[in-house]
């Protein structure tokens, strides 16, 4: 019998990944979640056996961490600068300094320089660590040395609680058990509509002001969807109201005080539509970050509430990269 040829890994995953990422693309997956996303349906999908093993819990295997850095390496070398500039996954979000809105840029995913022995780290964050400065995270910031100590905290605490919410929903959605496409459709649609509230609250005009409601509550209103598909009793209802949403919803206990006094906050659909077409005059700041910040809370625990096969908090991989192909 003629032996088979060796391929190496990085050999198969040029054949497996642009299918793979042509489906992503389509569903509208941010660029820098591909990576991880594609690795993951690699295993899901394309692996049928292990031999002397299992694909059970495979995110904490040596063997995943392998085919993520040459799924890693593939993404580098299609898509280049647009990767290189991105260190780690970043979400782009608001917060107040001096009730002026700023910008500030929160990792959910860092990854390290490799080794001299070809190995790195990726982290996948799900809450603020111990290391992190959260006001180096501040977009062409004001000059922080002006504001009082007590401001500092004041900025730094809600830097956080900002970078909590979003990382726990993006540690969620990466890893989540959608019932359907549809379902994944609306999951994918939460943090997008989170960063473009962000965007139009530090553009801060009337029109933009107006346009970030409406954002804050697409976003809630996608997460709430994508809980009740999981249930295939429910009819879910083309509403955009929030508080229709959650009451169709049902949990196995009763839901978190923030969950419900943030929920108490957000506008009817029908006045959701009206800020998107700025009918509703120009609302306040204040109004505009309370919403901003309920929609977080919502979608955090919305996210927290749906099935998942794998957690991974703030889990750490070091990888090794897997060796160049030799050249004929």
Not at 93 to 105: D, G, S, V, W
Not at 121 to 137: F, G, K, N, R, T
Not at 143 to 157: F, I, K, N, P
Request: proline residues 6%.
């Amino acid at each position: 019998m003629e032996d088979l040829p060796i391929r190496t890994l990085e050999a198969t995953m040029m054949e497996l990944l642009p299918p793979i990422d042509e489906v992503l693309a389509e569903r509208g997956e941010p660029l820098s979640n591909r990576p991880h996303r594609a690795a993951m349906l690699v295993v899901e999908h394309c692996i049928v056996d292990i031999q002397g093993d299992s694909k059970e819990g495979y995110l904490t295997k040596a063997w995943f961490g392998s085919i993520l850095s040459a799924t890693i390496d593939w993404y580098f070398k299609i898509y280049g600068q647009a990767m290189r500039t991105q260190e780690g996954t970043v979400h782009s979000a608001a917060i107040l300094i001096r009730q002026t809105p700023f910008a500030i840029r929160i990792p959910l995913s860092t990854h390290t320089a490799r080794a001299a022995d070809s190995t790195f780290w990726i982290a996948l964050l799900a809450s603020v660590q111990s290391d992190e400065v959260p006001l180096s995270w501040i977009v062409d910031p004001p000059t922080l040395s002006e504001l009082s100590e007590d401001q500092r905290g004041e900025v730094a605490q809600r830097a956080c609680m900002t970078a909590e919410n979003v990382r726990q929903i993006w540690n969620v959605l990466l890893t989540a058990d959608h019932i359907s496409e549809r379902a994944r459709r609306h999951a994918a649609l939460v943090l997008p509509h989170l960063e473009s509230t962000a965007r139009l609250i530090v553009k801060h005009d009337a029109l933009s002001l107006s346009s970030a409601i409406w954002d804050a509550n697409f976003a809630a209103e996608q997460i709430i969807k994508c809980f009740l598909l999981q249930d295939g009793t429910i009819k879910v209802p083309a509403s955009h109201d929030v508080k229709d949403l959650h009451n169709l919803a049902k949990w196995s206990a009763h839901p978190p005080q923030p969950l419900l006094d943030s929920i108490a906050l957000m506008p009817s659909g029908r006045d959701a539509v009206r800020y998107r077409y700025s009918e509703m005059g120009r609302p306040s700041l204040s109004t505009v970050i309370g919403l901003y910040e309920a929609s977080q809370t919502i979608c955090r625990y919305y996210a927290l509430a749906l099935p998942r096969k794998f957690r991974l908090e703030n889990a750490r991989f070091r990888m090794r990269a897997p060796p160049m192909p030799e050249r004929q």
